[in-house]
């Protein structure tokens, strides 16, 4: 499944970029996420769990996080595995951070393959939903961290827990208003 999205954030690029530089303060506004260890060379081991419904995935496992300051693009490739429910999920993610006005546009590009019980939301359109819900959560985070007064402000900034039968019932609503836009304007 391929996603694409583009966020601007309130803030200059170079700052912008230079907070996508912290690992771990990014995690923090990434709903549901859990840097765990920094391994080193840009390899990092954690977790994502997100409530659906019955279903409470945690995925475990890795990310490479690779990064080309004179562009401001980087690229993260993960691959993670929910025990308890045998799910598997795998992700690349390609990013750009660009100069808009006073502010930067963001865009990310991410190809996520579900295997598993998980895998039947990937078919339905909602985990795109559900996506634009998060990315929204998380600019809101980042732009709070980016404008703390503080070191040891911004480190208390965190996204909070991602809530499953919320956040499905909104990308839900969503989906549906769209199928009946397109149904009406045939």
């Known amino acids: ?51 659906l419904g019955p279903m409470a995935p945690r995925f475990e496992g890795e990310a490479t996080v690779t990064r080309d300051d004179a ?8 691959r993670g595995v929910d025990r308890s429910g045998g799910s598997r999920g795998q992700i690349k993610v390609d990013y750009s951070v660009t100069a808009v006005g006073n ?9 996520i393959s579900l295997a598993g019980a998980i895998a039947q939301f990937g078919r339905s359109g909602l985990v795109e939903e559900i996506t634009k819900r998060l990315v929204d959560e998380f600019v809101e985070c980042l732009e ?12 208390s900034i965190e996204a909070g827990d991602v809530k499953g039968f919320s956040l499905i019932f909104r990308g839900l609503l969503s989906w549906i208003g769209k199928f009946f836009k397109r149904l009406f304007r045939r």
Request: proline residues 2%; glycine residues 10%.
């Open 103 to 111: 502010g930067a546009s963001v865009t990310v590009d991410a190809e």
């Open 71 to 78: 562009t401001r693009t980087g690229h993260i490739e993960g």
């Open 144 to 155: 709070a961290k980016m404008s703390a007064g503080t070191v040891e402000e911004a480190a």
């Open 1 to 51: 499944m391929q996603l694409n999205n583009t966020f601007e954030v309130k803030q200059p690029a170079d700052a912008v970029w230079a907070a996508f530089a912290d690992v771990h303060s990014v995690a923090q506004c990434l709903p549901g996420a859990d840097l765990v260890t920094d391994k080193g060379d840009g390899v990092y081991e954690g977790s994502v769990q997100v409530k």
